[in-house]
T-cell receptor, first 115, second 118 residues
Framework: DGGITQSPKYLFRKEGQNVTLSCEQN?????MYWYRQDPGQGLRLIYY???????QKGDIAEGYSVSREKKESFPLTVTSAQKNPTAFYLC??????????????FGPGTRLTVL | AQKVTQAQTEISVVEKEDVTLDCVYE???????LFWYKQPPSGELVFLIR??????QNEISGRYSWNFQKSTSSFNFTITASQVVDSAVYFC???????????????FGKGTKLTVNP
């Protein structure tokens, strides 16, 4: 089945540790995105990538890093520099960077808790 | 700047009632796209509908309908004969057309939590 997978579903981290969230898609989508969701805040864009080996900062990129070495994969690293990392993280993808009406489809999310 | 406002934070209805979720958006651009997503308790955002700014026709899909009015910058979502399975958080989102310099960003409202009680 085609779709977006995120792992793990729940992640616990000690303060000061880096942690990497996985996002994989088999939809052959060019563009991928990472959003953060906090209670009552809606979703905010962290990073996005329109094509392999290229990515752009979103609104809240500080304390996060990404890579896009393969079309299918867009891992997000939450570094120790992120002051408030406890949140729900959602990955999304869309069909093509060239399209004008590309809908973003979302994965199931990873809930990160910093202990 | 673009902004999406969902003024209703939480709505609670009894099964079979109709319910309308409001969405008001702000943008100076003439070409843009509006979206509705559903987020059930499992957390995944489920795409419901996309509407471009040139298409003001209302849309109906089963028990769901959407009313897009550019004159009031609103894109409201109505669920007819609500069911318990409709309980979720619903997000409205706005995105500019890329050929007008729009970024990749979807601008989300803060969501409306709908609870349908049996």
């Amino acid at each position: 089945d085609g779709g977006i997978t995120q792992s793990p579903k729940y992640l616990f981290r000690k303060e000061g540790q880096n942690v990497t969230l996985s996002c994989e898609q088999n939809l052959n989508h060019d563009a991928m995105y990472w959003y953060r969701q906090d209670p009552g805040q809606g979703l905010r864009l962290i990073y996005y990538s329109q094509i392999v080996n290229d990515f752009q900062k979103g609104d809240i990129a500080e304390g996060y890093s990404v890579s896009r070495e393969k079309k299918e994969s867009f891992p997000l690293t939450v570094t120790s520099a992120q002051k408030n990392p406890t949140a729900f993280y959602l990955c999304a993808s869309s069909i093509t960077a060239q399209g004008l009406t590309d809908t973003q489809y979302f994965g199931p999310g990873t809930r990160l808790t910093v202990l | 700047a673009q902004k999406v406002t969902q003024a209703q934070t939480e709505i609670s209805v009894v099964e079979k009632e109709d319910v309308t979720l409001d969405c008001v958006y702000e943008t100076r651009d003439t070409t843009y796209y509006l979206f509705w997503y559903k987020q059930p308790p499992s957390g995944e955002l489920v795409f419901l509908i996309r509407r471009n700014s040139f298409d003001e026709q209302n849309e109906i899909s089963g028990r769901y309908s959407w009313n897009f009015q550019k004159s009031t910058s609103s894109f409201n979502f109505t669920i007819t004969a609500s069911q318990v399975v409709d309980s979720a958080v619903y997000f409205c989102a706005l995105r500019l057309a890329r050929d007008q310099g729009g970024s990749e960003k979807l601008v989300f409202g803060k969501g409306t939590k709908l609870t349908v009680n049996p």
